[in-house]
């Protein structure tokens, strides 16, 4: 391909020229430490201390924000380019799927990292008053990232607190939490264990809303590290999380799912002479997904399913860093990832269809009981120069295969480039081309899948200025276009949004995309508090558009979020107390139309039929809410305690997911009824943390 030797040239050119560059001690200007530069544009940060380079919040104030159920994924989900309804926490990126976005965890890649994966998603597995720091990238990552399309959300976790040990006891409307951390008496070593139970069952219930519907869940996640030698540190981590679901709604089937999660890995990370570090990170994942539904569709139509996959994926992951002169940094690395995925499914549905002027009953049946194993590998080079004073640039070259795909390699060329224009003023661009490819345990069995899918590919543009402004003010303007081609086919339900029994209803249709493309401009304005201010705030407007090339037709992707505008104030007049609120507002999302017809029948009759109008060729009303957040803080000898009062959708916004319609024949016409599907009411929540 022209672009991959166009790439390995590249890279060989900026090698030999960085060869040539003068030393540091020749010229007057400081040496750059290139390390610590960012020449990623399309990325937001959540560091530990207030000073933290490039940071939008700290993580004090990440967990001060609005949010519902302490989900990390939720509180973030209000930043600029990111887009999610009410009911789940996986946020799209820049008009992409959540399945588009890399999750690394304390250098571990997790595989969808959410609970109550019946309804998309709802709850992450991470908890979120672990995380010490987060980068989140939504477009133009470098080399070392790969086999996702959107974006990477890389987590690192805390382990221990500073000083004795310390245990945290918290509970709240929709489960409890507790956390033990503590230190060697040498110091070398620290541990930590935090475990959740979750009952939001008990929350649906007392607003009074989806009592058919009965979801728990826990996730437990233990972390120990310790220094093996001055400038190596070791690190034992598992994960294991665990959700069941019950679904009982009179004239349904029932459902009864669950869903495991178990992650052990190793990383040790090692700062060796002249500046040479690297990390190291080993580790296997396990995964279940279990369905089963029986019963009938009113009360005469017959569902039977029974489906359970399970994958099991080990990685072996080293990332190294190589200072070669003050001019030039060198990363490099290389990755293996062997696994197999099994598949047991098997349907029956019962459904009623007009077959030469009669209603019959059919049978639909679909049955597969098969196993996917393979091997890939990826491998990067990025060297980073300092071009001239305040020019830094970035080249990278990836080649990867996946385990589905082991002899499909891609060959992807990465370019970004910082330059400070002036004290408080960088600019930073990015272009690279991505891929990824069908993870082992994807393929859409109940849709007829049996062949992996080649890998998609997708090239990044962007564009941004970061500009700092007196008193402490921040301005980020941002361009981007992600062209995303060999596109995927997919099955998706264009109206039945959140139903337990995708697969069979009437509403799923076969979308064969030939490209996809995502643009806008994101515009984020902000004041931090600290430093002696009570106040902070954010401002940020987004425009976007996404879609998709479909036949002769461009149709806008399922979350195409024209105009955003958001809005967050934080308030802390001393340690005691804290107060947000956070407000958006956006256009409103495509859904799909639906009307009946009159089919005549043999016998003289006519039947009513559902047509589904062009996908997504309607707009939802526009969506705003505001939530609300309160914190207090004692600290008594003994420890601290934490009591919080959150506000979700303060003034009870009528927000839509879509409509729900029904027929109405009045002689020889019918008209569609329809009423709205709503998103969340103002739910209040409160719960309080207690640490000793």
Not at 236 to 260: I, K, V, W
């Amino acid at each position: 391909m022209n672009h991959a030797k166009a790439g390995h040239q590249l890279l060989l050119l900026l090698l030999v020229a960085a060869s040539w560059l003068p030393a540091a001690e020749a010229t007057p200007e400081p040496p750059v430490r290139l390390a610590e530069v960012i020449v990623t544009p399309s990325r937001f940060g959540v560091g530990e201390a207030a000073g933290a380079p490039a940071a939008t919040l700290t993580a004090e104030e990440l967990a001060a924000r609005p949010q519902v159920g302490e989900d990390l994924f939720r509180v973030i989900a209000r930043l600029p380019g990111l887009a999610a309804d009410d009911f789940t926490a996986r946020f799209w990126v820049r008009g992409a799927p959540n399945g588009q976005l890399a999750v690394r965890l304390d250098g571990f890649d997790l595989v969808e990292p959410f609970h109550l994966k019946d309804v998309d998603g709802a709850l992450s597995i991470v908890d979120l008053p672990t995380v010490r720091r987060l980068d989140l990238f939504t477009g133009g990552f470098t080399a070392e990232y790969g086999d996702r399309l959107a974006g990477v959300l890389a987590l690192e976790t805390s382990t221990a607190p500073a000083g004795r040990e310390r245990t945290s006891l918290g509970v709240s409307v929709t489960g409890l939490r507790l956390s033990h951390g503590g230190r060697s008496a040498d110091g070398r070593g620290e541990w930590r264990l935090t475990a959740r139970r979750g009952y939001p069952d008990l929350a649906l219930r007392l607003r009074g809303r989806e009592d058919d519907l009965f979801p728990r869940y826990h996730d437990v996640a233990a972390k120990t590290e310790w220094t093996l030698a001055p400038g190596h540190r070791a690190s034992l981590h598992a994960l294991h999380a665990l959700d069941t679901l019950r679904f009982q709604e009179t004239g349904e089937p029932a459902l009864n799912s669950r869903y495991a999660s178990d992650s052990l890995w190793l990383r040790w990370r090692a700062e060796w002479t002249r500046g040479l570090t690297s990390e190291t990170v080993v580790g296997h994942a396990r995964l279940g997904w279990r369905r089963d539904g029986d019963g009938y569709f009113d009360q005469r139509l017959r569902l039977l399913l029974q489906d359970d996959r399970g994958l099991a994926l080990s990685t072996l992951r080293s990332d190294w860093s190589v200072p070669v002169s003050t001019r030039l940094l060198v990363r490099a690395g290389a990755s293996v990832q062997s696994g197999s995925a099994d598949y047991a499914y098997s349907l029956l549905r019962e459904e009623t269809v007009i077959r030469s002027a009669a209603l019959v009953t059919e049978r639909r049946t679909e049955a597969a009981r098969f196993d996917r194993s393979g091997t890939g590998a990826s491998v990067f080079l990025s060297p980073r120069v300092a071009l001239a004073p305040g020019w830094i640039l970035e080249a990278g070259l990836r080649a990867e295969s996946a385990p589905s795909r082991p002899s499909e390699w891609a060959t992807l060329p990465r370019l970004n480039l910082a330059w400070e224009a002036a004290p408080g003023t960088t600019l930073r661009a990015a272009w690279g081309r991505h891929a990824q490819a069908q993870g082992l345990h994807e393929l859409s069995v109940p849709d007829g899948e049996r062949v992996f899918s080649p890998a998609e590919r997708a090239e990044h543009r962007v564009l941004g200025l970061e500009q700092r402004l007196p008193r402490g003010v921040l301005l980020r303007t941002e361009l981007y276009q992600r062209k995303g081609y060999r596109t995927r086919p997919r099955s998706e339900n264009l109206v039945s949004l959140y139903n337990v029994f995708p697969e069979v209803q009437t509403d799923r249709v076969r979308i064969d995309s030939q490209d996809d493309d995502a643009r806008g401009v994101e515009v984020l304005l902000e004041r931090r508090a600290g430093g002696g201010a009570a106040w902070g705030w954010s401002g940020g407007y987004a425009w976007a558009r996404a879609e998709e090339r479909v036949g002769s037709r461009d149709l806008p992707r399922a979350r195409d979020q024209r105009h955003t505008l958001l809005a967050e104030v934080t308030y802390a007049p001393n340690p005691r107390w804290n107060a947000s609120a956070a407000w958006q507002h956006h256009t409103g999302w495509p859904t799909t139309g639906v009307s009946y017809v009159l089919v005549p029948l043999a016998n003289g009759r006519r039947a009513v039929q559902r047509v589904l109008g062009a996908p997504y060729a309607e707009r939802l009303p526009a969506y705003h809410r505001l939530d609300l957040r309160v914190t207090r803080r004692w600290t008594p000898r003994w420890g601290e305690v934490r009591a919080f009062l959150d506000l979700f959708n303060a003034y009870d916004r009528v927000n839509l997911l879509g409509y729900s319609t029904s027929p109405v024949v009045q002689g020889t016409q019918v008209e569609a009824r329809r009423e709205v599907k709503d998103l969340l009411p103002f739910v209040p929540s409160a719960g309080v943390e207690v640490n000793f």
